[in-house]
């Protein structure tokens, strides 16, 4: 398993809006992390609909997060089936599952996100955190 841990997309969302969050999500960052694509996608999504920021700052953003992480675990078949296997074992939403996937396939021993059950544990070495307890 990674040192690095994984982290979900509201940790980015935190770091580029101003929220009481945002000192913590920064903080996150600013030290080696893994993530996937999907993180990507969702961050891009979020920022234009509910932000309502304009494309090139989220490109922008989107850009300084890719150089940032250690890791970025791209989506494939492997990886939805994967989901699959993990929505039938823990009882996940669909995405949480993908995401949470990726950080397996990453070798994260940590999940950093606000959206899981903080203290899981998934497949006896991957512990989700929320960071904003």
């Known amino acids: 398993m990674s040192n690095a ?4 997309t509201n940790i980015f969302i935190y770091a580029f809006t101003d929220d009481q969050r945002t000192a913590k999500a920064q903080a996150l960052l600013s030290k080696p992390y893994s993530t ?4 990507f996608n969702e961050f891009a999504h979020v920022m234009r609909r509910k932000s309502r920021r304009d494309w090139s700052e989220i490109r922008t953003a989107l850009t300084t997060i890719r150089r940032m ?7 494939d078949l492997a990886l ?3 989901a699959f296997e993990l929505i039938a074992k823990y009882n996940l939403a669909f995405f949480d599952a993908l995401m949470v996937a ?3 396939e990453a070798e994260s021993r940590l999940f950093v996100s606000e959206d ?3 203290g899981l544990v998934i497949d006896g070495g991957l512990t989700v955190i929320n960071p904003f307890r």
């Open 36 to 39: 996937s694509v999907q993180a």
């Open 116 to 118: 899981l059950h903080h």
């Open 80 to 82: 939805n089936n994967r």
């Open 102 to 104: 990726a950080a397996l």
């Open 5 to 8: 841990p994984f982290l979900d």
């Open 69 to 75: 992480s250690e890791r970025v675990v791209v989506l």
